[in-house]
Each structure stands twice: as C-alpha cells, then as structure tokens.
C-alpha cells in the first residue's frame, strides 16, 4: 500500500463523514422546522408560485402577462428556455382556470 493510497482513504473516510453529518445536521433541522411549524424557502415559494398563478389566471391581462414576462426574463438568464418556461406557466395558468371554473360551477349549482 502506498502513501497515496493511504492519504486517498484518509480523505474519503473524512469525506464520508462530513456528508453523515451533514445528512443528520438537515434532518435535524428539518424536524425542528416542522415541530414549529415553520415553513422554509421551498414551502413559501411554493405559496407565492400558488398566489401568482391564482392572481394571474384570474386576471391576466392586469397580472398574468407581467409575471409571465417577469418569470421568462429571470429564468432564461439562468439558462432556462424561453419557450418552454413560457409554455410550463401558462401550461399552469390553464389548468388554474380550469378550478377556478368548476370551483365557479359547484358554488352556482349548490346555491
């Protein structure tokens, strides 16, 4: 066994253990996050991406056409489609009118 060897399993050893800590430290985490009921990063872009559609497939020509500029600008700077982000929000927007509508249809018939 040589130096090298020996130096390469030092490191992968060292490696191996900072990812376990890592893994136990975000599960850790994780945990208290949900004990507090405290939403993270993901949890509140996922509300707002939620309340954009909403807003915008109920108003698109005052809100929907603004986002949708707005998401294509920022998303093709980081390399995304223009096109396809495109087609993914309205592809979104669509399917939000269409519950807004039978939402719109269960209320009239029931009342």
Known sequence: MSIEDN?????ANRYRARLRR???YQADYREKL????????????ACLLRLVVRNSARDWEHHGAN????LVK???????D???TSEAFRGMLD????????KADREQSDG
């Open 7 to 11: 130096a390469d399993r030092h490191y």
């Open 22 to 24: 890592q893994r136990s």
């Open 34 to 45: 949900k004990m507090s009921r405290t939403p993270d990063r993901e949890d509140m872009a």
């Open 67 to 70: 986002w949708e500029r707005v």
């Open 82 to 84: 223009m096109q396809a």
């Open 95 to 102: 399917r939000e009118v269409l519950r807004l509508r039978a």
């Open 74 to 80: 920022h998303l093709s700077e980081r390399g995304f």
